[in-house]
């Protein structure tokens, strides 16, 4: 770890010397019509220099596939700089992306991806000395097996990529994008990660969501960071993290749906998301890349935001708990600001709205995560 990467997350740490490592960055472009093309682009360095790579993941919605790319790992190259990365002759940079791909994935299929996509008025997670990203403290724990950063909540797209295989072409004009870093050893035994910002009455507004298993000096903890932009109008942040008193009131986590529900000081956070079809990434584990997850890029997901009054104590929701548990299974489906004013807790609905063409990803065993709900 060094301060360069520390406090700029999205920079690259090629130089490091620990194996196993990984390091990607996952660029979401979604069209106007919901269409979208997921590029994640990035290195592995094996426990042994023979397994060391560079490689360019796609999620194609319209082809309904993902490919995974190998090439030799000095066809990786990165700036010191800035964000601005080169794998073979396709470029990835906070300004934009240049694709120039023509190569067979791992299972032989040939994928031919030409064009370019500029970025605009990018929406950075809020960085200071103590929370150099969204990890928050945790940043500066050297141990960690896994270390996420969001670099662009929601930005703007201009042009095209062409593919030269179907004939078909994604055009990202008007459309909206996503980028986020993750970078260590191995991804979590237990995790569940969705992601959205094509919400149809907040322009801009953006959900992050991620509750994994957190490996810790021996032992296991749950974590948890989520975070919504309520839009370009309100620009308002509002996060959730262990790390900054969030706690998770209640989470039901299946192979097709996700209910969670989270609390922070006076306000909650409701996320229901339901997923459609699922193809499958590559992720690395333990010093392999060969570990496959789910990721669904047809989800739907409702997000609710509430402001408690100031009259109710914030104490009183983890009294309640066992209340607020039940109350999120039993009604999950209806309308929760409701049924918590029923109950004698008046709120305030400070956001309500779905967003569509949304990513979920669910690996390992979800009950160990909402046993800790």
Wanted: aromatic letters at 10%; charged letters at 20%; proline letters at 4%.
């Amino acid at each position: 770890m060094s301060l360069r990467t520390l406090f700029h997350p999205e920079l690259s740490h090629d130089g490091t010397s620990k194996r196993p490592f990984f390091e990607g960055w996952y660029c979401k472009m979604v069209t106007s019509r919901g269409e979208m093309l997921a590029i994640i682009s990035g290195y592995f360095k094996g426990k042994n220099s023979s397994e060391d790579h560079a490689f360019i993941q796609v999620y194609d919605t319209l082809r309904e596939k993902s490919a995974f790319i190998r090439y030799p790992a000095e066809a990786y190259r990165a700036s010191r700089e800035t964000l601005d990365i080169e794998i073979a002759g396709s470029r990835f940079s906070s300004r934009g992306i240049s694709l120039n791909i023509d190569a067979t994935d791992d299972q032989g299929l040939p994928w031919k991806l030409a064009g370019e996509v500029r970025f605009s008025q990018l929406r950075p997670w809020s960085r200071g000395f103590l929370a150099p990203n969204a990890m928050g403290w945790y940043s500066f724990v050297p141990f960690m097996e896994c270390s996420h950063a969001v670099l662009s909540f929601d930005h703007r797209l201009e042009g095209k990529i062409a593919d030269n295989v179907t004939g078909r072409t994604y055009e990202f004009s008007g459309g909206r994008g996503y980028i986020e870093k993750d970078w260590g050893s191995s991804f979590p035994s237990d995790y569940l990660w969705l992601q959205g910002n094509r919400f149809a009455q907040n322009p801009g507004a953006s959900i992050f969501l991620s509750i994994a298993t957190i490996p810790w000096l021996g032992s296991t903890f749950p974590g948890h960071i989520g975070g919504l932009w309520l839009g370009d109008k309100r620009a308002e942040f509002h996060l959730f993290a262990k790390y900054n008193g969030s706690s998770i009131l209640s989470l039901h986590a299946d192979e097709r749906k996700v209910l969670a529900v989270l609390h922070r000081g006076r306000h909650i956070l409701r996320i229901s998301a339901h997923r459609d079809r699922a193809v499958p990434l590559s992720a690395p584990y333990h010093g392999s890349m060969q570990t496959k997850i789910l990721e669904s890029a047809g989800t739907a997901v409702e997000v609710e935001l509430l402001a408690l009054p100031s009259s109710v104590p914030s104490r009183a929701i983890l009294k309640d708990r066992r209340l607020f548990k039940s109350l999120c299974e039993i009604h999950a489906e209806q309308d929760w600001a409701s049924i918590l004013a029923a109950s004698g807790l008046g709120t305030e609905l400070v956001f309500r709205d779905t967003t569509t063409a949304a990513c979920l990803e669910t690996v390992g065993d979800l009950s160990r995560l909402s046993a800790h709900s």
